[in-house]
């Protein structure tokens, strides 16, 4: 039973860390990819929903970055493997030739040989001082490192997107929709379907649209308006 209650509590505290790192990148990528069109934040909020489906794009990304990077990773435990294995054959060696030092149980009474001048006893000191020492900053150093990837890693990216769109659209604007990601058309139902602008989706809500023509547009999102990612023919 405890063992289940171990496991429970295991899960609960993955997702208790899991969720807010999920919504924090997908916040990042979405400040970096509106800030690029000049809009702030404040002006059209962003559901969690939607900061969720960003946030799942950033993963996706991260997923196949790594996985471009596999003969980096492969090499790697390559290496970790060799030096593994001439540590052994070394320390087989050195017990067959007699060299008993190297296994010999070092304490205050038994400080072994000196290497550099200093004895193996107070290189194991040394080293358990590095050990401490290194915790009371490798922690906390770490953290930040973590959470400044979660954040300026997705905060990159979608500046990289927007300016990519924003490229792109200045130079053949909705004619080549399919590079630009479909344009969007905010239409006036009542007054015979007409077209009150057209441009890249920045950012929506119930209250207000932002859409970038060369230029940032914010339109009220009046109850006659609809958007179409498609102009009507």
């Known amino acids: ?34 800030f690029t069109f000049g809009l702030s934040y404040e002006l059209i909020n962003k559901d969690m929903s939607d900061v969720l489906v960003e946030s799942w794009y950033i993963g996706v990304l991260a997923i ?8 980096v990773w492969l090499g790697f435990f390559v290496v970790l493997v ?3 294995l001439v540590a052994f054959f070394y320390a087989r060696h050195a017990k067959a030739n007699g060299k ?11 400080q072994g040989r000196k290497i550099l001048g200093i004895t193996q006893w107070h290189w194991c000191v040394l080293g358990e001082m590095h050990v401490e020492l290194s915790s009371w900053f490798s922690y906390p150093l770490l953290i930040v490192c ?13 500046k990289a997107d927007a300016d990519r769109q924003i490229q792109i659209y200045a130079e053949s604007g909705c004619d080549h929709e399919e590079k630009v990601g ?7 139902t009542k007054n015979q379907n007409k077209i009150i602008a057209k441009g890249i989706l920045v950012s929506a809500n119930q209250d207000r649209i ?24």
């Open 146 to 158: 973590f959470l400044g990837l979660l954040t300026a890693f997705p905060y990159e990216r979608g």
């Open 64 to 71: 196949a970055w790594l996985l471009t990077k596999w003969p």
């Open 100 to 110: 008993d030092w190297l296994f010999e149980e070092i304490s205050k009474e038994n």
């Open 82 to 84: 060799i030096i593994g």
């Open 210 to 233: 932002a859409i970038f023509n060369n230029e940032l547009e914010v339109w009220p999102l009046l109850d006659s308006y609809i958007i179409k990612k498609q102009k009507n023919h």
């Open 1 to 34: 039973m405890e063992k289940y209650e171990r496991l429970i509590k295991m899960a609960a505290s993955a997702v208790a860390i899991a969720v807010p790192c999920i919504l924090l990148t997908g916040f990042s990528y979405h400040i970096g990819h509106i």
């Open 182 to 188: 479909q344009c969007s058309y905010l239409i006036d």
